[in-house]
Protein backbone atom coordinates (compact mmCIF):
# COMPACT_ATOMS: atom_id res chain seq x y z
CA UNK A 1 0.00 0.00 0.00
CA UNK A 2 1.28 3.49 -0.70
CA UNK A 3 -0.50 7.39 -0.20
CA UNK A 4 0.37 9.68 -2.21
CA UNK A 5 0.80 12.80 -3.10
CA UNK A 6 0.87 13.94 0.84
CA UNK A 7 3.10 16.43 3.23
CA UNK A 8 5.40 14.26 5.06
CA UNK A 9 6.74 15.19 8.53
CA UNK A 10 9.84 13.52 8.11
CA UNK A 11 13.59 14.67 9.97
CA UNK A 12 11.14 17.34 11.90
CA UNK A 13 10.39 19.35 8.75
CA UNK A 14 7.29 18.72 6.10
CA UNK A 15 7.97 17.81 2.56
CA UNK A 16 5.84 16.73 -0.38
CA UNK A 17 6.14 12.54 -0.61
CA UNK A 18 4.77 9.70 -0.14
CA UNK A 19 4.47 6.55 1.81
CA UNK A 20 4.23 3.23 1.02
CA UNK A 21 3.84 0.42 3.89
CA UNK A 22 3.62 -3.51 4.28
CA UNK A 23 2.63 -5.90 7.00
CA UNK A 24 2.43 -3.25 9.50
CA UNK A 25 6.04 -1.90 8.43
CA UNK A 26 7.24 1.56 6.61
CA UNK A 27 9.08 0.26 3.80
CA UNK A 28 9.37 3.49 1.85
CA UNK A 29 9.22 7.36 1.58
CA UNK A 30 9.23 8.15 -1.98
CA UNK A 31 8.55 11.11 -3.95
CA UNK A 32 5.30 12.45 -4.10
CA UNK A 33 3.68 11.41 -7.07
CA UNK A 34 5.02 7.48 -7.30
CA UNK A 35 1.98 5.55 -8.14
CA UNK A 36 0.15 4.56 -5.51
CA UNK A 37 -3.22 3.49 -3.93
CA UNK A 38 -4.74 6.60 -2.11
CA UNK A 39 -3.81 10.06 -2.81
CA UNK A 40 -4.03 12.55 -0.10
CA UNK A 41 -4.67 15.34 -1.58
CA UNK A 42 -1.67 17.35 -0.14
CA UNK A 43 -2.56 16.65 3.22
CA UNK A 44 -0.04 16.48 6.09
CA UNK A 45 1.09 12.60 6.74
CA UNK A 46 2.46 12.59 10.09
CA UNK A 47 3.69 9.88 12.67
CA UNK A 48 0.65 8.90 15.19
CA UNK A 49 0.46 11.06 18.98
CA UNK A 50 2.13 8.95 21.99
CA UNK A 51 0.49 9.81 24.91
CA UNK A 52 2.85 8.49 27.69
CA UNK A 53 0.56 9.77 30.62
CA UNK A 54 -2.82 9.16 30.46
CA UNK A 55 -5.31 7.53 33.22
CA UNK A 56 -8.24 6.83 31.06
CA UNK A 57 -11.69 8.63 29.08
CA UNK A 58 -15.30 7.61 28.93
CA UNK A 59 -15.51 7.11 31.82
CA UNK A 60 -13.33 4.50 32.21
CA UNK A 61 -9.85 4.05 34.05
CA UNK A 62 -6.66 2.13 33.38
CA UNK A 63 -6.37 1.50 37.71
CA UNK A 64 -10.18 -0.14 37.65
CA UNK A 65 -8.41 -3.14 36.00
CA UNK A 66 -11.28 -3.88 34.17
CA UNK A 67 -11.05 -5.49 31.15
CA UNK A 68 -13.84 -3.84 29.32
CA UNK A 69 -12.88 -0.93 29.74
CA UNK A 70 -9.79 -0.79 27.73
CA UNK A 71 -11.21 -1.30 23.99
CA UNK A 72 -12.92 1.63 24.91
CA UNK A 73 -10.19 4.17 25.65
CA UNK A 74 -8.16 2.60 22.83
CA UNK A 75 -10.70 3.80 20.74
CA UNK A 76 -10.85 7.30 21.98
CA UNK A 77 -7.35 7.47 21.63
CA UNK A 78 -7.70 6.58 18.18
CA UNK A 79 -10.15 8.82 17.09
CA UNK A 80 -7.85 11.69 18.82
CA UNK A 81 -4.40 11.14 16.75
CA UNK A 82 -2.66 8.18 19.16
CA UNK A 83 -1.58 5.86 17.95
CA UNK A 84 0.32 4.41 21.31
CA UNK A 85 -0.25 5.44 24.96
CA UNK A 86 1.04 4.11 28.32
CA UNK A 87 -1.47 3.00 30.41
CA UNK A 88 -0.96 5.03 33.41
CA UNK A 89 -2.01 3.75 37.03
CA UNK A 90 -2.52 5.68 40.32
CA UNK A 91 -1.28 5.39 43.61
CA UNK A 92 -3.09 2.23 44.75
CA UNK A 93 -2.48 -0.80 46.98
CA UNK A 94 -0.30 -3.48 45.38
CA UNK A 95 -3.04 -6.08 45.41
CA UNK A 96 -5.24 -3.34 43.32
CA UNK A 97 -2.55 -2.44 41.19
CA UNK A 98 -1.17 -6.19 40.76
CA UNK A 99 -5.11 -6.51 39.01
CA UNK A 100 -4.55 -3.53 37.06
CA UNK A 101 -1.14 -5.00 35.81
CA UNK A 102 -2.62 -8.06 34.78
CA UNK A 103 -5.48 -6.02 33.41
CA UNK A 104 -2.89 -4.41 30.99
CA UNK A 105 -0.84 -7.64 30.10
CA UNK A 106 -3.90 -9.39 28.87
CA UNK A 107 -5.03 -6.51 26.46
CA UNK A 108 -5.26 -7.32 22.86
CA UNK A 109 -5.80 -3.27 20.54
CA UNK A 110 -9.36 -3.64 18.91
CA UNK A 111 -8.53 -3.03 14.88
CA UNK A 112 -10.60 0.73 15.59
CA UNK A 113 -8.14 1.29 18.71
CA UNK A 114 -4.49 2.51 19.67
CA UNK A 115 -1.78 0.34 20.62
CA UNK A 116 -0.97 -0.22 24.23
CA UNK A 117 2.70 0.15 24.14
CA UNK A 118 3.80 -0.31 27.87
CA UNK A 119 2.94 1.11 31.57
CA UNK A 120 3.25 4.39 33.13
CA UNK A 121 3.02 3.80 37.50
CA UNK A 122 2.38 7.35 38.54
CA UNK A 123 3.28 6.24 42.47
CA UNK A 124 2.77 5.12 44.71
CA UNK A 125 6.03 6.13 45.62
CA UNK A 126 5.06 10.05 46.02
CA UNK A 127 5.49 12.84 48.22
CA UNK A 128 2.72 13.13 50.99
CA UNK A 129 3.40 17.12 50.68
CA UNK A 130 2.49 17.23 46.73
CA UNK A 131 0.66 14.60 46.48
CA UNK A 132 -2.37 16.39 44.87
CA UNK A 133 -4.71 13.89 43.68
CA UNK A 134 -3.36 11.33 44.63
CA UNK A 135 -4.80 9.01 47.57
CA UNK A 136 -2.63 9.73 50.80
CA UNK A 137 -3.25 6.71 52.34
CA UNK A 138 -1.96 4.76 49.67
CA UNK A 139 1.68 6.65 49.14
CA UNK A 140 4.46 4.33 49.88
CA UNK A 141 7.94 3.88 50.65
CA UNK A 142 10.29 3.26 47.27
CA UNK A 143 10.52 -0.74 47.07
CA UNK A 144 12.69 -2.08 44.41
CA UNK A 145 11.05 -5.58 45.02
CA UNK A 146 7.34 -4.38 44.57
CA UNK A 147 7.92 -2.41 41.56
CA UNK A 148 9.60 -5.75 40.12
CA UNK A 149 6.65 -7.43 41.66
CA UNK A 150 4.38 -5.39 39.65
CA UNK A 151 6.20 -5.03 36.21
CA UNK A 152 6.26 -8.44 36.40
CA UNK A 153 2.49 -9.10 36.83
CA UNK A 154 2.29 -6.71 33.95
CA UNK A 155 4.37 -9.22 31.82
CA UNK A 156 7.39 -6.48 31.37
CA UNK A 157 5.18 -3.94 30.48
CA UNK A 158 6.34 -1.12 32.75
CA UNK A 159 7.88 1.73 30.82
CA UNK A 160 7.75 4.72 33.08
CA UNK A 161 7.97 4.83 36.99
CA UNK A 162 7.12 8.96 38.90
CA UNK A 163 9.02 9.18 42.23
CA UNK A 164 9.71 11.43 44.71
CA UNK A 165 13.73 11.78 45.36
CA UNK A 166 13.23 12.98 48.65
CA UNK A 167 11.47 9.52 49.84
CA UNK A 168 13.45 7.44 51.89
CA UNK A 169 15.48 4.83 50.08
CA UNK A 170 15.01 6.82 46.43
CA UNK A 171 18.33 7.47 45.15
CA UNK A 172 19.34 4.10 45.78
CA UNK A 173 15.60 3.13 44.26
CA UNK A 174 16.53 5.21 40.87
CA UNK A 175 19.90 3.71 40.56
CA UNK A 176 18.27 0.18 40.36
CA UNK A 177 14.88 0.79 38.69
CA UNK A 178 16.20 3.27 35.87
CA UNK A 179 17.81 0.33 34.47
CA UNK A 180 14.74 -1.51 33.74
CA UNK A 181 12.53 1.75 32.44
CA UNK A 182 12.07 5.24 32.61
CA UNK A 183 12.52 7.20 35.95
CA UNK A 184 10.46 10.40 35.91
CA UNK A 185 10.63 12.63 39.03
CA UNK A 186 6.99 14.35 40.00
CA UNK A 187 4.85 14.84 43.12
CA UNK A 188 7.78 16.00 44.71
CA UNK A 189 9.10 18.46 46.93
CA UNK A 190 13.26 18.32 45.83
CA UNK A 191 14.90 20.88 45.10
CA UNK A 192 17.79 21.75 42.61
CA UNK A 193 20.57 19.91 44.32
CA UNK A 194 18.38 16.35 45.18
CA UNK A 195 16.92 16.28 41.63
CA UNK A 196 20.37 16.65 40.17
CA UNK A 197 21.07 13.69 42.53
CA UNK A 198 18.26 11.36 41.17
CA UNK A 199 19.04 12.64 37.56
CA UNK A 200 23.15 11.52 38.34
CA UNK A 201 21.40 7.92 39.57
CA UNK A 202 19.34 7.19 36.03
CA UNK A 203 15.94 9.41 36.33
CA UNK A 204 15.79 11.20 33.19
CA UNK A 205 11.58 12.38 33.24
CA UNK A 206 9.60 15.12 34.69
CA UNK A 207 6.20 14.72 35.65
CA UNK A 208 3.57 17.23 34.38
CA UNK A 209 6.22 19.99 34.85
CA UNK A 210 5.54 23.03 37.38
CA UNK A 211 2.49 20.79 38.52
CA UNK A 212 3.30 18.76 41.40
CA UNK A 213 6.69 20.41 42.61
CA UNK A 214 7.96 23.35 43.69
CA UNK A 215 7.82 26.38 41.49
CA UNK A 216 10.95 27.47 39.36
CA UNK A 217 13.00 30.45 41.58
CA UNK A 218 15.81 32.44 41.21
CA UNK A 219 17.30 31.04 44.37
CA UNK A 220 16.10 27.98 44.30
CA UNK A 221 15.21 26.58 40.23
CA UNK A 222 13.95 23.17 41.56
CA UNK A 223 13.46 19.59 39.31
CA UNK A 224 12.67 22.15 36.60
CA UNK A 225 16.18 23.77 36.75
CA UNK A 226 17.88 20.32 37.32
CA UNK A 227 15.83 19.23 34.38
CA UNK A 228 16.95 21.79 31.82
CA UNK A 229 20.68 21.65 33.40
CA UNK A 230 20.13 17.78 33.10
CA UNK A 231 19.06 17.72 29.57
CA UNK A 232 15.68 15.58 30.58
CA UNK A 233 12.39 15.21 29.00
CA UNK A 234 9.62 17.13 30.71
CA UNK A 235 5.91 16.62 30.02
CA UNK A 236 3.25 19.49 29.61
CA UNK A 237 -0.36 19.30 30.15
CA UNK A 238 -1.51 21.63 27.56
CA UNK A 239 -5.01 22.00 28.51
CA UNK A 240 -5.18 25.71 28.76
CA UNK A 241 -5.50 25.31 32.41
CA UNK A 242 -2.45 23.97 33.92
CA UNK A 243 -0.17 25.68 32.49
CA UNK A 244 -0.59 29.61 31.08
CA UNK A 245 0.28 29.87 27.19
CA UNK A 246 3.23 32.35 27.92
CA UNK A 247 4.97 29.49 30.11
CA UNK A 248 4.42 26.77 27.46
CA UNK A 249 6.28 29.10 24.98
CA UNK A 250 9.42 30.05 27.52
CA UNK A 251 9.22 25.77 28.28
CA UNK A 252 9.64 25.65 24.88
CA UNK A 253 12.52 28.27 24.31
CA UNK A 254 14.49 26.16 27.53
CA UNK A 255 13.76 22.36 26.31
CA UNK A 256 13.34 22.47 22.65
CA UNK A 257 13.03 18.75 21.60
CA UNK A 258 13.03 17.50 24.98
CA UNK A 259 9.46 19.10 25.55
CA UNK A 260 6.63 16.27 25.79
CA UNK A 261 2.49 16.83 25.32
CA UNK A 262 0.87 14.72 27.45
CA UNK A 263 -2.78 14.56 27.68
CA UNK A 264 -2.92 13.28 31.83
CA UNK A 265 -6.80 12.46 31.22
CA UNK A 266 -8.73 10.67 33.14
CA UNK A 267 -12.16 8.72 32.64
CA UNK A 268 -14.14 12.49 32.79
CA UNK A 269 -12.43 13.12 29.17
CA UNK A 270 -14.92 12.74 26.32
CA UNK A 271 -17.75 12.91 29.32
CA UNK A 272 -20.28 15.23 30.00
CA UNK A 273 -19.98 17.73 33.08
CA UNK A 274 -20.37 15.89 36.73
CA UNK A 275 -19.05 13.89 39.47
CA UNK A 276 -16.45 11.13 38.73
CA UNK A 277 -13.13 9.40 40.56
CA UNK A 278 -9.55 9.21 40.15
CA UNK A 279 -7.60 6.64 42.39
CA UNK A 280 -10.87 6.76 44.79
CA UNK A 281 -10.52 10.36 45.12
CA UNK A 282 -13.91 12.30 44.31
CA UNK A 283 -13.47 14.69 41.50
CA UNK A 284 -15.84 16.94 39.35
CA UNK A 285 -15.94 18.24 36.01
CA UNK A 286 -16.96 21.82 34.94
CA UNK A 287 -16.56 23.14 31.58
CA UNK A 288 -13.59 21.09 30.69
CA UNK A 289 -11.61 21.62 34.36
CA UNK A 290 -11.33 18.80 36.67
CA UNK A 291 -10.98 19.45 40.24
CA UNK A 292 -10.46 17.21 43.48
CA UNK A 293 -14.50 17.55 44.80
CA UNK A 294 -15.14 20.75 46.68
CA UNK A 295 -11.48 21.92 46.01
CA UNK A 296 -10.04 24.17 43.24
CA UNK A 297 -7.11 21.20 43.07
CA UNK A 298 -6.64 20.21 39.74
CA UNK A 299 -7.18 16.38 39.16
CA UNK A 300 -5.67 15.65 35.80
CA UNK A 301 -7.34 16.54 32.42
CA UNK A 302 -10.48 16.23 30.54
CA UNK A 303 -8.15 16.94 27.51
CA UNK A 304 -6.93 14.94 24.41
CA UNK A 305 -3.65 15.44 21.96
CA UNK A 306 -5.16 16.26 19.22
CA UNK A 307 -6.39 19.35 21.11
CA UNK A 308 -3.44 19.43 23.09
CA UNK A 309 -1.53 20.08 19.58
CA UNK A 310 -3.65 22.71 18.26
CA UNK A 311 -3.49 24.14 21.37
CA UNK A 312 -0.14 24.70 21.38
CA UNK A 313 0.27 25.88 18.17
CA UNK A 314 -2.93 28.73 18.68
CA UNK A 315 -0.08 29.46 21.44
CA UNK A 316 2.64 30.30 18.89
CA UNK A 317 4.61 26.87 18.37
CA UNK A 318 5.51 26.45 14.97
CA UNK A 319 3.61 22.85 13.81
CA UNK A 320 6.53 21.19 13.38
CA UNK A 321 7.58 21.99 16.68
CA UNK A 322 3.61 20.63 17.90
CA UNK A 323 4.27 17.29 16.00
CA UNK A 324 7.87 16.68 17.36
CA UNK A 325 6.40 17.07 20.93
CA UNK A 326 3.58 14.68 20.42
CA UNK A 327 5.41 11.98 18.57
CA UNK A 328 9.08 11.58 18.51
CA UNK A 329 10.15 13.37 22.14
CA UNK A 330 7.39 11.32 24.11
CA UNK A 331 8.89 8.02 22.66
CA UNK A 332 12.19 9.20 23.24
CA UNK A 333 11.72 9.84 26.67
CA UNK A 334 11.28 6.08 26.94
CA UNK A 335 12.54 4.01 25.01
CA UNK A 336 10.31 3.53 22.00
CA UNK A 337 11.96 5.71 19.54
CA UNK A 338 13.16 2.78 17.21
CA UNK A 339 9.53 1.44 17.03
CA UNK A 340 7.10 4.76 16.82
CA UNK A 341 7.74 8.14 16.89
CA UNK A 342 8.39 9.18 12.87
CA UNK A 343 8.55 8.08 9.76
CA UNK A 344 10.76 6.08 8.67
CA UNK A 345 11.59 2.45 6.92
CA UNK A 346 11.30 -0.18 9.34
CA UNK A 347 8.89 1.67 11.74
CA UNK A 348 5.78 0.84 12.58
CA UNK A 349 3.23 2.43 10.00
CA UNK A 350 1.08 4.41 12.60
CA UNK A 351 0.40 7.61 10.64
CA UNK A 352 -2.28 10.20 10.54
CA UNK A 353 -3.94 12.20 7.82
CA UNK A 354 -4.24 15.98 9.05
CA UNK A 355 -5.67 18.69 6.89
CA UNK A 356 -4.37 22.40 6.71
CA UNK A 357 -6.92 22.99 9.32
CA UNK A 358 -5.36 19.80 11.73
CA UNK A 359 -8.58 17.84 11.47
CA UNK A 360 -7.90 14.34 11.64
CA UNK A 361 -9.14 12.80 8.25
CA UNK A 362 -7.16 9.00 9.45
CA UNK A 363 -5.78 7.16 11.84
CA UNK A 364 -3.47 4.10 11.04
CA UNK A 365 -2.18 1.75 13.52
CA UNK A 366 0.08 -0.71 12.27
CA UNK A 367 -0.84 0.11 8.88
CA UNK A 368 -4.41 -0.51 9.79
CA UNK A 369 -7.11 1.87 9.45
CA UNK A 370 -8.26 2.30 12.86
CA UNK A 371 -10.52 5.49 11.99
Known amino acids: MRITNALLFVDGAFRPGSLAFENGVITDIGPADAPGEL?????????????????GARNHDFSDGNPEGLPVMARHYAQHGVTSFLATTMTLPEEELTRAMHTIRDFARPKDGAKCAGIHLEGPFLSYAKRGAQAADNLHKPDVAMFRRLNEASGGQVRLITVAPEE??????????????????????????????????????????????????????GVIGAALDAGTAV?????????????????????????????????????????????????????????????????????????????????????????????????????????????????????????????????????????
Open 168 to 221: EGCLAFIEEVSKECAVSLGHTTAGYDLAMEAFRAGANHATHLYNGMPPLNHREP
Open 235 to 371: ELICDGMHIHPAVIRATHRMFGEQLVLISDSMRCADMPDGDYELGGQPVELHSGRATLKGTDTLAGSSTNMLTEVKNVVSYGLSLEDAITAATLAPARSVGLEGEIGSLAVGKRADFLLLSKDLELKAVYVEGEQAC
Open 39 to 55: DAGGQYLVPGFVDVHTH
